[in-house]
């Protein structure tokens, strides 16, 4: 009986270190498992170098600074397109207002190779200059004011200096030639002489 009793107990003590042999087998081979795991880790991270922070922040500035470039050419391409049409459309506007002019030039030119009435002729030409006047005013161009105005270097043009008593000095006293304006813009200068009393 005790025998069977000690033999139990071996037993039992045998499955004991059986079972401890095999949790010990176990855990070495997860412990391999794990370090295994780990050295592929390594390996990875060896083959993917590490991006700087720096370098990273660098790359995403010199995207941005390619794509306003990118923007910037796009603009300036549209704005110069947009110029050109507006250009166009302006020059058209304009010629289109100076065509009936050339119309009544060319019926003036007619009228006195054929040697018509010379009344009727300057009466046409008269009525070309209106015409002229009247372009004018719709396109806001006005006569610059110089006859008898103080000189203004900014919308006069000086050609000469004359002396006339009973004017003051830098009074225009004599237009050469018309000066014209679109608003503030000077389009030609008024050429003009100068008084002065020296």
């Given amino acids: 009986m005790q025998d069977n009793e000690m033999k139990e107990k071996q037993a039992e003590q045998e499955a004991a270190e059986a079972k401890a042999a095999d949790q010990e087998t176990a855990e070495a081979a997860e412990a391999e498992k794990a370090e295994e795991a780990e050295d592929v880790k390594n390996a990875e991270e060896a083959a993917e170098p590490e991006v700087d922070p720096k370098d990273a922040k660098i790359e995403e500035l010199q995207n941005r600074l390619l794509r306003l470039q990118a923007d910037f050419e796009n603009f ?95 009074i225009v006293d004599m237009v050469f030639e018309k000066g014209y304006k679109l608003g503030d813009k000077v389009i030609r200068h008024s050429k003009v002489r100068v008084n002065t009393n020296e």
């Fill in 76 to 170: 300036r391409r549209r704005t110069n397109i947009e110029k050109e049409q507006l250009s166009t459309f302006v020059t058209a506007n304009v010629v289109g207002k100076f065509l009936k002019v050339l119309d009544n030039f060319e019926r003036a030119e007619a009228s006195v190779e054929k040697g018509d009435n010379v009344d009727a002729v300057v009466d046409g030409m008269k009525k070309i200059r209106r015409q002229f006047e009247d372009a004018f005013k719709d396109l806001k161009v006005e006569e610059i004011e110089a006859q008898n105005a103080k000189f203004d270097p900014n919308i006069h043009e000086a050609v000469m200096r004359g002396h006339n008593p009973e004017l003051d000095d830098e």
